[in-house]
Structures are given as structure tokens and as C-alpha cells.
């Protein structure tokens, strides 16, 4: 089984914890150290429980933390040749460089990352694996590729980026060149996006679908939610929208179908 909870996700910062029974990793630190302490002791988890630190890319929302939290506690840094030369706080205590087509293990869980099209140095996510039960977090993304897709299908959970609304972002407050930045390749994925890919790889297995990276100028949760249970056929109690200034509660997953599916093929 592996759990996973947020400990914040949208523009302003992004954090998620996955953990087994033995091992628990951070995904990206982009919340202030006093911050980050605060939400992961609401989740029962100190520094000290960390058995590393993966970073996605170096975007202020995803890594601002993370030079307080390696040097005041030591907490290995894993993170990408790319990402790791555009740190601006660069002076980690203790970190590793990995490549973003390569597995590696971490204690009992397999983290298998690979690389995402987005507008940062060597940007790529992360699959979580424990046993057979895995969870990918998908976020920070301008599309979604033949090869991404394939790292999503069979997934337990998921994080997805919902970042825009589409009549939100042509009409608010951003200026035409970075509406551009957003909806490029190398932008982000909004909700008429994650849609089709949460479609395209479910599965009865496939339990828990978090919405996150929400933009709070150019999104709302329901429109991500709307937009997203649009493309899901059963159990929409899977379907949750995570907040950007608080954390979520732990998510179990299980590997298990869920029950609503169970009951159907019988
Ligand atoms: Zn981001
Ligand atoms: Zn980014």
C-alpha cells in the first residue's frame, strides 16, 4: 500500500508526500521551511521521517524550500543534472543527481521519473512504485505525449494538473504573451486537457485522481471538477481538487479495484 497526502498544490507552491509502511519521500519543497514543517506535522510526519527530497524542475513553486530544509536538516536532494545547475539556492548539504530516464529505489519504493515537456531546464515527474501499487504525479506539463501517457497508464492514483479554465484565462488578468507561455507545449495542462488524459488511462484499479496545480487567477475547483468528472464514467468520489494553502488529508491506495467497478463486472 502506499499513502499519499498534499501538503499544498497550486501556482503559489506544490508539495506531496508518498510514503509506505517503511519509507517516506517528499515531492518537490515549494513552500516556505516554516511552511513546509507546519503542514507535514499536521500529517503526523517530521523531517526526520524524510528519506529524500524529489524535485521536478527548478520553478520557485516547486523548489523554494529546499535549500532551508537540506541544510537545516540533512535531508538528501534528489534532482536532475539540469535542474540542479538553475537552482538560485544552490547550497544542498547532501543531494543526488539522477537521470530522468532512469529508476532508481529509495528504501522500498521505486521511483521511476521521466521527463516532461515543460519550460524548465530537465523538468520530469515522478511514478512512486511499492510492490505492484503506484502513484504518479503529472503536473507542470504544456501536453501530454504518447511516451508521458504511457508512464500514466496502470496507475493507482494520480495527481493531474488542472491549471486553467480556458474562458477564465482569455479573459482574466494575464497578459497575451504569458497566456501564450501557459497554453504552449512547454506550459501547462488546464482542465479541458486533463480530462482526456485521466480518460484515456482508467482503469478499475486506478482509485484515487487529485486535481492539482490549480491557477487561482485562471481556475476554480469546480471548474477543474466539472471539467474532469466529464471524462470519468464511474466512481466520481475518486475525483478530489487539492488546495494551494493547506494541506490534504492521507490518501490510502490500495491496488485494489474500487467498488463500484468490483460490482459491475460481477
Ligand atoms: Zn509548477
Ligand atoms: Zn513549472
Redesign the pocket.
Known amino acids: 500500500m502506499l499513502e499519499v497526502a498534499s501538503l499544498g498544490s497550486g501556482?503559489t507552491g506544490?508539495a506531496t508526500l508518498v510514503r509506505s509502511a517503511k519509507t517516506t519521500v517528499l515531492i518537490d519543497c515549494?513552500f516556505t521551511l516554516k511552511e513546509t514543517l507546519k503542514r507535514m506535522a499536521s500529517l503526523g510526519v517530521a523531517p526526520s521521517d524524510l528519506s529524500a527530497v524529489l524535485i521536478s524542475?527548478e520553478?520557485g513553486?516547486?523548489v523554494k524550500g529546499i535549500g532551508p530544509l537540506s541544510r537545516k536538516f540533512g535531508v538528501p536532494i534528489y534532482l536532475t543534472h539540469g535542474t540542479f545547475r538553475r537552482l538560485k539556492d544552490d547550497r544542498l548539504l547532501s543531494y543526488e543527481l539522477f537521470h530522468a530516464h532512469a529508476p532508481f529505489t529509495l528504501g522500498d519504493l521505486e521511483i521511476d521519473p521521466f521527463p516532461t515537456p515543460h519550460d524548465a531546464a530537465e523538468s520530469c515527474q515522478f511514478v512512486v512504485r511499492k510492490d505492484k501499487v503506484s502513484f504518479v504525479v503529472a503536473?507542470?506539463m504544456g501536453v501530454c505525449p504518447p511516451f508521458v501517457l504511457s508512464k500514466l497508464a496502470g496507475v493507482n492514483g494520480m495527481l493531474i494538473e488542472c491549471n486553467y479554465d480556458d474562458d477564465m484565462l482569455r479573459n482574466g488578468p494575464y497578459p497575451p504573451s504569458l497566456q501564450h507561455r501557459i497554453r504552449g507545449n512547454f506550459g501547462?495542462l488546464g482542465n479541458l486537457q486533463a480530462g482526456p488524459v485521466v480518460r484515456a488511462v482508467d482503469h478499475p484499479a486506478l482509485e484515487c485522481i487529485l486535481l492539482g496545480?490549480l491557477s487561482e487567477k485562471n481556475n476554480t475547483e469546480q471548474c477543474a471538477l466539472d471539467a474532469v468528472l466529464a471524462s470519468v464514467s464511474t466512481n466520481p468520489e475518486r475525483v478530489e481538487v487539492l488546495k494551494p494553502h493547506t494541506a490534504s488529508r492521507w490518501y490510502a491506495i490500495t491496488g485494489k479495484a474500487v467498488a463500484g467497478d468490483a460490482e459491475a463486472t460481477v
Request: charged share 20%; hydrophobic share 0%; proline share 0%.
Open positions: 501556482s506544490n515549494g524542475h520553478h513553486d516547486h503536473t507542470d501547462h496545480h
